[in-house]
């Protein structure tokens, strides 16, 4: 949740599933987090797939409400993507943050 924090500081973060979406399509997310508790969850099922297409790690939070706060809105947000940037501060963080996503799957 830091560096979803931290990514909406640098401009580096798109909320929505939409949003999240489009990210993905267009090749230029990094990672995407989703809220285990959407309702219906049928809304974000599409993300999970589209994330292993497009081989970009993905995780699950518990609370929409908490990932609305760290992504700086005061609306629950249902799913995130932290977008790619040349020359970004963050990029150290983010690829430590994809080595321990895919530590979780293998």
Excluded: W
């Amino acid at each position: 949740m830091d560096l979803v924090q931290q990514a909406a500081n640098y401009k580096q973060l798109k909320k929505g599933a939409n949003e999240a979406t489009k990210t993905l399509n267009r090749g230029i997310s990094e990672f995407v987090v989703m809220a285990a508790d959407t309702e219906p969850l049928e809304i974000l099922l599409h993300l999970p797939l589209l994330a292993e297409d497009k081989n970009v790690p993905y995780v699950f939070v518990p609370s929409k409400q908490a990932l609305g706060r760290a992504c700086g809105v005061t609306r629950p947000v249902i799913a995130c993507s932290v977008t790619s940037n040349e020359g970004s501060q963050l990029k150290s963080q983010i690829q430590t943050l994809k080595d321990a996503i895919e530590k979780l799957l293998i």
